[in-house]
T-cell receptor
Framework: GAGVSQTPSNKVTEKGKYVELRCDPISGHTALYWYRQSLGQGPEFLIYFQGTGAADDSGLPNDRFFAVRPEGSVSTLKIQRTERGDSAMYLC???????????FGSGTRLTVV | AQSVSQHNHHVILSEAASLELGCNYSYGGTVNLFWYVQYPGQHLQLLLKYFSGDPLVKGIKGFEAEFIKSKFSFNLRKPSVQWSDTAEYFCAVRGNTDKLIFGTGTRLQVFP
């Protein structure tokens, strides 16, 4: 596609539930990044994929968070046993390689009630 | 560890005023530097980036930034702001890892 697509744009879930957030990067972009942005803060790094493999997952806050990119294109961020503190905007970005800036999607606003 | 500081949290200007937003980073090695903008209701967009060469970088919409290595700074400037520049601005740095580290952002409000 022309840009990075994230679905859903909004997700409201109950505490304790499982959620999946999807990112469809720009075609041909090998690098894919997930960030989380809370109100009044800058984007906070979660995980980075180069192709199918997670090259750096040091930003995942705990083992409730997991992400996959099985075919090197679409990625899914998975959050188990959601907590109210997980409420934030989840951003996905892609890049042709690490030497370029990122192109961001519009994000998924997650609200845990 | 790499980090980015944006000291101006909220800036209010009148149209035609000059703008300078501060950005300082902490990393002693080679860096790539970026400024992103987020207009109300829109996604983050790249304004400009510095990788190497001329430390004065020109971006879109009349913005520019100057990399001063000795000061670990990459301040964003625009000679004359417009109401349409109202947005949140984020500085970001990439050092020896492949990820961008973002600052907390500066909210710019421009009044007609």
């Amino acid at each position: 596609g022309a840009g990075v697509s994230q679905t859903p744009s909004n997700k409201v879930t109950e505490k304790g539930k499982y959620v999946e957030l999807r990112c469809d990067p720009i075609s041909g972009h090998t690098a894919l990044y997930w960030y989380r942005q809370s109100l009044g803060q800058g984007p906070e790094f979660l995980i980075y994929f180069q192709g199918t493999g997670a090259a750096d997952d040091s930003g995942l806050p705990n083992d409730r968070f997991f992400a996959v990119r099985p075919e090197g294109s679409v990625s899914t961020l998975k959050i188990q046993r959601t907590e109210r503190g997980d409420s934030a905007m989840y951003l996905c970005a892609s890049s042709p390689d690490k030497y370029y800036g990122y192109t961001f999607g519009s994000g998924t606003r997650l609200t845990v009630v | 560890a790499q980090s980015v500081s944006q000291h101006n949290h909220h800036v209010i200007l009148s149209e035609a005023a000059s703008l300078e937003l501060g950005c300082n980073y902490s990393y002693g090695g080679t860096v790539n530097l970026f400024w992103y903008v987020q207009y109300p209701g829109q996604h983050l967009q790249l304004l400009l980036k510095y990788f190497s060469g001329d430390p004065l970088v020109k971006g879109i919409k009349g913005f520019e930034a100057e990399f001063i290595k000795s000061k670990f700074s990459f301040n964003l400037r625009k000679p004359s702001v417009q109401w349409s520049d109202t947005a949140e601005y984020f500085c970001a740095v990439r050092g020896n890892t492949d990820k961008l580290i973002f600052g907390t952002g500066t909210r710019l409000q421009v009044f007609p």
